[in-house]
């Protein structure tokens, strides 16, 4: 067997070689220009896969840091609305106690209730703040169009009931503002989880001016009805109208049955009573109603006076109530927004770390490049001179 080497061969080889390259350059000229070392996916198909997907979990990250803006915007607009409707309310409680004075003149009534129905008013424009994207802070997912709506005086509630959970850190959801009907209408009177009304019918002068539990856990959600049999004695009795206490009444000090405290001041009639029960559900604005309408109320005999300032003393539990709803509302949006600043510690943290490992995988050791660059140019070059050489030579220059 034998090999010839023919001038073609040679040839071929030699522009081959040189095309080889000139091609290593062009791809070094490429990744200096764009200082990324993988120029297309072949250059490490591993690398370049891997790569990728960090890209993908680099946009979520910065998708992941909208959500956290937009819903931070949001807490943050809440937290606003909710410290001015707190500081609308001590104004309610103020005017509350001013309207208890007796000293006070109708005249002076009339203007109390013309502020209340003012801060009515005020009240029912915060609950329709927007967010400034046309979007209503308090709608709940319904949050389109406005969720609080005033009809003949009432003031309802269109929105529904649902709190948004926003993705804000891969596995971190923080909440939504709160649907408005959790913050503007379902507010328990009393403290919260008893309450007391004086009835409409007493004829004393005994006014209800505390009703809670007793501490002993020993109320069982029942209701009951405090009656005064003399004017020092009461006895108390259960929904179907058994006896299950009596007592002797001294006005200003405690009664306590069935795991509740009462406080009543003044002097009862024979025959007046005070309900106590689980407390109701009662929005803000008609809390404001009621008080209005308490300031107009004939007090004209002991017993009207006494009625009115029953009225009062409920419109204080309740106004006290929602003011605390308010407070928890606002405790409850600030831990969300600690969770938003966590949350953003977190992403930097992912986002540097993502970046940090494809910095390694894409960019370019400029130093290695150029040095590759020149051995593969003076390679070019040798391979160059070769190739003009041996076009140069012939078995004829050998014949003498």
């Known amino acids: 067997m034998s090999n010839r080497i023919s001038s073609n061969m040679m040839y071929d080889q030699s522009v081959a070689l040189m095309l080889s390259k000139q091609s290593k350059l062009?791809?070094?000229?490429?990744?200096?220009?764009?200082?990324?070392k993988i120029v297309t996916a072949k250059d490490d198909p591993v690398a370049s896969g891997t790569a990728v997907g960090m890209d993908r979990?680099?946009?979520?990250?910065?998708?992941?840091?909208?959500?956290?803006?937009t819903v931070q915007n949001r807490l943050g607009l809440q937290e606003n609305v909710l410290a001015q409707a707190g500081e609308m309310l001590n104004r309610v409680s103020d005017l509350t106690v001013q309207a208890n004075n007796p000293a006070l003149s109708v005249e002076d009534r009339k203007a109390v209730a013309n502020e209340l129905k003012s801060i009515k008013e005020s009240m029912l424009a915060l609950a329709n703040t927007t967010d400034g994207t046309g979007r209503y802070l308090f709608g709940g997912a319904a949050d389109a169009s406005a969720p609080f709506s005033l009809t003949n005086g009432v003031v309802?509630?269109?929105g529904d009931q649902t709190q948004r959970q926003v993705e804000v850190a891969p596995g971190t959801f923080v909440k939504d503002a709160l649907p408005g009907s959790e913050i503007f209408m379902r507010i328990r009177t009393g403290d919260g989880t008893v309450d007391g009304r004086a009835a409409s019918t007493n004829t004393g002068q005994a006014v209800l001016t505390d009703v809670s539990r007793d501490g002993s856990g020993g109320w069982d959600g029942s209701s009951y009805t405090l009656r005064f049999t003399a004017p020092d004695t009461y006895e108390v009795v259960d929904?179907?109208?058994?006896?299950?206490g009596t007592g002797t009444y001294t006005s200003g000090e405690d009664i306590v049955f069935e795991g509740l405290r009462l406080r009543i001041d003044g002097t009862p009639a024979v025959g007046d009573e005070f309900t106590t029960g689980t407390a109701a559900a009662r929005d803000v604005f008609s809390t404001i109603d009621n008080l209005v309408q308490t300031l107009q109320m004939d007090t004209s005999t002991p017993a009207a006076r006494a009625a009115q300032q029953n009225a009062l003393q409920a419109s204080i539990r309740d106004v006290r109530q929602a003011s605390n709803t308010m407070i928890d509302t606002r405790a409850a949006g600030g831990a969300q927004l600690i969770a938003i600043d966590n949350a953003a510690s977190l992403r930097e943290a992912n986002t540097v770390t993502l970046k940090s490992s494809l910095s390694q995988m894409r960019d370019l050791n400029y130093a290695e490049a150029i040095g590759q660059y020149q051995l593969e140019g003076a390679a070019l070059q040798a391979a160059q001179t070769i190739f003009s050489q041996m076009q140069s030579m012939s078995l004829f220059n050998m014949i003498r």
């Open 57 to 69: 979990v680099l946009a979520e990250l910065e998708q992941l840091g909208k959500n956290a803006s």
């Open 239 to 244: 929904a179907n109208n058994a006896v299950v």
């Open 156 to 158: 309802s509630y269109n």
């Open 26 to 36: 062009s791809h070094l000229e490429q990744q200096l220009a764009t200082g990324k």
